[in-house]
């Protein structure tokens, strides 16, 4: 998919386009479920400017399908296979359709029938949008949303654009959208000195609608599935491994290498942990140590009372989890302790 940025001082929003559309023979693409996930890599321009809380539209060649709001940026290391012109080693062809050789590089002028194999070490990172998808389709038209683009360069896939110049007619025609640009004001209310701002420009309206079945659906679906929930269970027992809590009601399964598949729900790469420490591992705020396996939170988060299960120890018993999935993960919270030191 190829994504944009779209900032006016109150939205930054990125343009992604489908997975298939944004292919070149060079480079083998990302599997993404469009409502759900995009996928993407640290080689990708802009790619760390693509943040929690940001606007994603989400479209193809033809049309704008969709527009959702990132609720957590997960990265994990990873390999990626490309395949290189034999001449100049370089990534930039395309598959020709009615032309022999079958591939042209555009880097060296080179045709060829056979590409170069080329596996690469990858910063992986996987954009989850949660719920928050809304269907647009046709609400901007394609030839909008270029001429709202503030890069012109053809072969960037994460765009900057000016988004005053297409909101007014994506709210128009998509009048739901306005829920993710309020959702938006929100994040405004927590002032620098940590007090909250009493904003009376948004008001508070009873919809009367029951949510309960809902939220009891979302947790649920955060304990992951029941498989997988029981298989570690059996591995581990009834407990939080980290706190030791024995309340199944709050215990949740979570993946050491997040979930791309049923392949990843293996006992082997998965953790039975208690709600809210479930949340600072998928944030990468609680950290295990691969060789020790003990407990290490950042600094921010032992201000608020984490402070006693500071180098706890995993209660593993016989089973213990895989050795090569939190050596990654312990990549990835140390990378976190380094962007705030």
């Known amino acids: 998919m190829d994504k944009l940025i779209i900032e006016d001082g109150t939205h930054k929003a990125w343009l992604l386009i489908s997975n298939h559309d944004r292919q070149h023979a060079g480079n083998l693409g990302y599997v993404d479920e469009i ?13 760390r400017q693509l943040a929690e809380s940001d606007l994603v539209l989400l479209r ?10 990132i609720e957590l940026i997960q990265i994990y290391e990873a390999t990626k296979k490309l395949l290189r012109c034999p001449s100049c080693f370089k ?11 079958t ?17 690469i ?4 990172r996987t954009a989850n949008f949660g719920d928050t998808f809304i269907f647009t389709e046709r609400a901007v038209s394609i030839e909008a949303l270029k001429d709202a683009w503030l890069n012109k360069s053809k072969q960037l896939s994460m765009r900057p654009i000016d988004f005053s110049l297409i909101e007014a007619t994506l709210l128009r025609n998509a009048p739901d959208v306005a829920k993710l640009l309020n959702q938006n004001q ?13 904003d009376r420009t948004v008001e508070y309206f009873p919809t009367g609608e029951d949510r309960r079945e809902t939220v009891f659906r979302q947790i649920k679906e955060r304990r992951g599935q029941s498989k997988f929930r029981n298989l570690l269970r059996q591995c581990y027992g009834d407990q939080c491994m980290i706190s030791r809590l024995k309340l199944l009601d709050v215990l949740e399964a979570a993946h050491i290498s997040p979930y791309r598949g049923t392949d990843d729900n293996h006992p082997d790469n998965g ?6 420490l479930h949340t600072l591992f998928d944030l990468n705020l609680l950290g295990i140590n691969p060789e020790s396996l003990e407990v290490k939170f950042h600094p921010k988060i032992l201000e608020t009372g984490y402070q ?9 018993s016989k089973h213990k989890p895989s050795q090569s999935a939190l050596v990654s993960r312990w990549k990835q919270f140390l990378n976190r302790l380094n962007e705030n030191s």
């Not at 409502?35 to 790619?47: A, L, T």
């Open 35 to 47: 409502s759900k996930v995009y996928q993407y890599d640290n080689e990708v321009p802009y790619c």
């Open 60 to 69: 193809d060649k033809k049309q704008l399908i969709g527009v959702a709001r």
């Open 91 to 101: 990534t930039k062809f395309n598959r020709r359709k009615n032309k022999k050789p």
């Open 103 to 119: 591939f042209h590089c555009y880097d060296c002028g080179h045709d060829f029938d056979i590409a170069l194999e080329d596996t």
């Open 121 to 124: 070490n990858c910063e992986n």
């Open 186 to 198: 929100s994040f405004n209310y927590l002032k620098a000195d940590g007090a909250y701002e009493d």
């Open 271 to 276: 953790l039975l942990l208690r709600a809210d």
């Open 308 to 316: 006693k299960l500071e180098g706890r120890k995993l209660r593993c």
